[in-house]
Antibody
Framework: EVQLLESGGGLAQPGGSLRLSCAASGFTFSHFAMYWVRQAPGKGLEWVSTMSGSGGSTYYADSVKGRFTISRDNSKNTLYLQMNSLRAEDTAVYYC?????????????WGQGTLVTVSS | EIVLTQSPATLSVSPGERATLSCRASQSVSTSLAWYQQKPGQAPRLLIYDASNRATDTPARFSGSGSGTDFTLTISSLEPEDFAVYYCHQRNNWPLTFGGGTKVEIK
């Protein structure tokens, strides 16, 4: 059974940092691209970042480029999101999700999310 | 950036009735479009991918259609568990984008 468990959310001050983790199980982690998607309170879904299975390719939304860094440790089956220079508009539930095994590679499993609140 | 516009924002439907949700893309996404269902306090769940393919465990009452810029999600006969928010999502181009959602509520 595929499981994705996010952690690391919490309260951060504007300009501060947080690191989110997503522990994966139930599939061969290194074979799949992984995603971070966020949802501000009462709002819709916003794609944040993607990393290929090998870690060789990364993609970012313009809204987080230069501030957030996606990474993964395939030996630990864990995906990370380092968030720096946090802003109030980064307040959201952050979900990690995995790729489908075949094209067109939509997001087929999602974690339950971790809440990040940026406030002074 | 490809903008996905969903309509209506809210759809009031009685159980057993048919629901038709629309998603329009600002430029062609071919068939690289998916639909997700999200219930309160839960993560999104993949329902339909590649415009018309049902994901694992998606009931047959859900169907997707369309290509290019106009897409439809149809729920043939609403069950109580289908009342939720539905999002369309494209991955034909970076950045990946989602529609604003359609809330299907009980009439």
């Amino acid at each position: 059974e595929v499981q994705l468990l996010e952690s690391g959310g919490g309260l951060a001050q504007p300009g501060g940092s947080l690191r989110l983790s997503c522990a994966a199980s139930g599939f061969t982690f290194s074979h799949f691209a992984m995603y971070w998607v966020r949802q501000a309170p009462g709002k819709g879904l916003e794609w944040v970042s993607t990393m290929s299975g090998s870690g060789g390719s990364t993609y970012y939304a313009d809204s987080v480029k230069g501030r957030f860094t996606i990474s993964r440790d395939n030996s630990k089956n864990t995906l990370y999101l380092q968030m720096n220079s946090l802003r109030a508009e980064d307040t959201a539930v952050y979900y990690c999700a995995k790729d489908q095994p075949t094209p067109p590679h939509f997001l087929d499993y999602w974690g339950q999310g971790t809440l990040v609140t940026v406030s002074s | 950036e490809i903008v996905l516009t969903q309509s209506p924002a809210t759809l009031s439907v009685s159980p057993g009735e048919r629901a038709t949700l629309s998603c329009r893309a600002s430029q062609s996404v071919s068939t690289s479009l998916a639909w997700y269902q999200q219930k309160p306090g839960q993560a999104p769940r993949l329902l339909i991918y590649d415009a018309s393919n049902r994901a694992t465990d998606t009931p047959a009452r859900f169907s997707g259609s369309g290509s290019g810029t106009d897409f439809t999600l149809t729920i043939s006969s609403l069950e109580p568990e289908d009342f939720a928010v539905y999002y369309c999502h494209q991955r034909n181009n970076w950045p990946l984008t989602f529609g604003g959602g359609t809330k299907v509520e009980i009439k």
